[in-house]
């Protein structure tokens, strides 16, 4: 790796974040300002100059897909030695793994379902309370480990922090204590005790300790705004003594107060690091300056600062409307999308966000009436296959396990029923001589139901080919061991990007579209009606903010007058947001004269448009504006100069120089 041609392409703020001769660094990068890029260019920087070593090096992240995207991108920056990449649970698994074999002690299974453990507890110990004393113990036992409370401890902290669960806290140290007692008498950890056990051997043994750190000797840490206190030990732990860490994250996208994120480390970052060099990265390259604007009135109007602006040209204007409810509200959002450029759709450039997952069934069944494809997180908590995983995982052998899938596979016909049911009602929609059913809302209701049913079906048949694959590779597996499996190997991923995403706010963080729908932006929602304290509703203008800044080009925001019968208003968050188009600014006097067309990024454009339409991708997405630009600016004559005056990197420079590099020669005159 050329450590020069590393920083080529950053901008001034970004390059002195990768270049900082300090190993203490602290990035408060915003939203699009580069920040994995800056993060992975810090890690090859370093290598290819000899300040740090690959084998050594640990770049902690909050899900598999970020530490992916990080390999991936070391690997086309042409660094081939192995980088640890991987969760902070993923990575500190192994390790104890790698523990439990050295001090000859027997492994535990991972829970990766707490619900389910907590209604074993409860029926086993008796607990009081139902569905919702069982979702105030997950909040608490949650809110307790992420800040290693234990139980003992638990009541006492809670009373201290003002924490006021579902039947009170001594009801919910009842239930902390029936868990912990079900996992150690079935010899389980859930993740959270993964990093307590570490913590715990490491402070008992300083050997292991002082092994851990010369492992993971060069430490850099994502999205380090969503940090928890006991992610906050771990880190540490790592660099004690050494003090080489990297720290990038943002305050203003700091979502997960709820599950214990902790924001005040970057936040309080010179007072908690003494030395540390603080970088900013203020400018956004992803987002127009329309989205960019209402982005930070989000925040201002949530009581917060919004130190961000837009690099880019101007974008189409922002766009918002208020429908009467929420059956109305997916009919605008499926409609305008239906009306689109498809080639966006297939390319996976379209979102649909909204603050909670049962929002999501409307749009998906409104998408599906116009024949538009979907993809929906295929595990989120509302969805078919989520609810098919926790049926299946519900046996606790693996007979019962084996059962269930060839029970799934075996009902044909279940799956005929549900799909003759679902072209019976469709047939009958589309007939011309039945307008009266057509649009009928019972009509409409039938359809959605039968929609499910089929959905329900098909997830069951997926989960249940899944669930006999891993009863092959662990033939004594459990419902328990088989989540964690789902957890660990991302199963039901298949990689395609043809279709309309639908997301919530928090499973859309990290992500970005060419166009986004924001959804359901008024009062109970957004802030939402759990949200009673100043903290909380900052939490919540800061999450909108996430969901707005995932576009990169075009936004749209609506919001219902009524939902769910009751009446609704916009959200405080968009008061007084003005979205009318900027007016045009006309140059000085002395540069007003005909602007000349540069015919070789003329050529340029006109060719990426064509390659783009061929590949069915946005034309962006092939090659960006600014690499475009510099290309006609630099006029290189092989791959290797196509790769130094661009972002793309080598492999795609080489791939692309074929095509490129005549179109300059032709246009030189």
């Known amino acids: 790796m050329d450590a020069d041609a590393l920083i080529a392409d950053l901008d001034p703020d970004q390059r002195r974040a990768v270049t900082a001769e300090s190993h203490l660094v602290a990035v408060v990068a915003g939203a699009g300002s580069g920040k994995t890029r800056v993060l992975t260019r810090r890690i090859a920087h370093r290598i290819a100059l000899g300040d740090a070593d ?11 897909e970020a530490a992916g995207e990080l390999r991936r991108r070391l690997r086309r920056l042409g660094l081939r030695d192995h980088v640890e990449a991987g969760t902070f649970h993923s990575v500190m698994l192994r390790v104890l793994r790698q523990r439990w074999t050295d001090t000859n002690r027997r492994p535990k299974t991972i829970a990766s379902d707490r619900r389910r453990v907590l209604r074993d507890a409860q029926k086993e110990f008796g607990f009081p309370g139902g569905r919702l004393a069982l979702d105030a113990a997950n909040n608490e036992i949650s809110w307790a480990m992420a800040r290693g409370i234990s139980v003992d401890s638990y009541a006492s902290a809670a009373r201290r ?7 009170g806290v001594d009801e919910m140290a009842d239930a902390f204590s029936a868990y912990s007692d079900i996992k150690r008498k079935r010899g389980i950890i859930d993740f959270d005790d993964v990093l307590l056990d570490v913590l715990a051997d490491a402070r008992r043994d300083s050997d292991f300790a002082d092994g851990l750190r010369w492992r993971f000797r060069h430490l850099l840490v994502d999205e380090a705004q969503d940090l928890n206190p006991l992610q906050h030990r771990l880190v540490d732990l790592l660099r004690t003594g050494r003090d080489d860490l990297f720290l990038v994250g943002d305050p203003a996208q700091a979502v997960y107060g709820f599950n214990g994120a902790d924001p005040s480390l970057l936040v309080d970052v010179e007072t ?8 900013r990265l203020p400018v956004n390259h992803r987002c127009t300056p329309q989205i960019v604007a209402v982005g930070a009135h989000v925040l201002t109007a949530g009581g917060q600062t919004a130190d961000i602006r837009s690099a880019r040209d101007d974008g189409p204007p922002v766009t918002r409307s208020s429908v009467a409810d929420e059956e109305a509200e997916a009919d605008l959002v499926a409609r305008r999308i239906a009306r689109g450029d498809p080639n966006l759709i297939r390319s996976g450039g379209v979102a649909v966000l909204a603050r909670t997952n049962a929002q999501l069934g409307a749009f998906e069944t409104a998408l599906s009436d116009r024949g538009v494809a979907v993809r929906r997180s295929s595990t989120a908590g509302g969805s078919p296959l989520e609810a098919a995983i926790r049926d299946a995982s519900s046996n606790t052998s693996p007979s019962g396990l084996r059962a269930w899938a ?13 799909q003759a049911r679902l072209d019976d009602l469709n047939d009958r929609r ?10 009928s809302s019972p009509h409409q209701s039938q359809i959605r139901e039968a929609t499910a049913a089929l959905h329900r079906v098909e997830a069951e048949r997926r989960v249940a080919t899944t669930l006999l694959e891993f009863l092959r590779d662990q033939p004594r597996g459990d419902g328990a061991e088989f989540r964690s499996w789902i957890a660990t190997t991302n199963p039901f991923d298949d990689g395609t990007t043809d279709g309309v995403d639908l997301l919530t706010f928090h499973a859309a963080k990290g992500r970005e579209w060419h166009t986004v729908y924001v959804t359901g932006i008024e009062t109970n929602l957004m802030p939402h009606k759990s949200a009673t304290t100043t903290a909380a509703r900052e939490e919540e203008a800061r999450l909108l903010y996430v969901a707005v800044t995932r576009a990169t080009d075009a936004l749209v925001l609506t919001n219902a007058e009524r939902r769910a019968g009751y009446g609704r208003k916009p959200s405080p968050f968009l008061s007084d947001l003005e979205l009318d188009p900027p007016a045009a600014v006309p ?3 002395s540069l007003r ?3 000349t067309v540069d015919p070789t990024l003329q050529r340029l454009t006109e060719w990426r448009a064509a390659s783009a339409l061929r590949a069915r ?9 600014r690499d475009l630009s510099a290309i006609a600016h630099a006029r290189p004559t092989n791959a290797e100069e196509l790769d130094e005056a661009t972002s793309i990197g080598p492999l795609t420079a080489e791939r692309l120089a074929p095509e490129i590099l005549p179109l300059l020669r032709s246009s030189v005159t």
């Not at 690959?54 to 598999?64: E, G, I, K, V």
């Not at 922090?161 to 039947?167: L, M, Q």
Request: a neutral charge; hydrophobic letters at 40%.
């Open 54 to 64: 690959a084998r050594h090096t640990l770049a902690l992240t909050f899900t598999r």
């Open 161 to 167: 922090a003002g924490r006021k669960p579902a039947g």
């Open 272 to 279: 908690r690091f003494p030395g540390v060099e603080v970088v």
């Open 406 to 418: 060839h029970d799934s596979l075996d009902d044909l016909d279940a799956l005929e029923s549900a």
């Open 430 to 439: 589309s007939s011309p001589g039945e307008p009266s059913v057509r649009a």
């Open 587 to 589: 140059p000085p006097a």
């Open 593 to 595: 004269r005909a602007r």
């Open 617 to 625: 991708i946005v034309p962006t997405q092939l090659l960006s504006d």
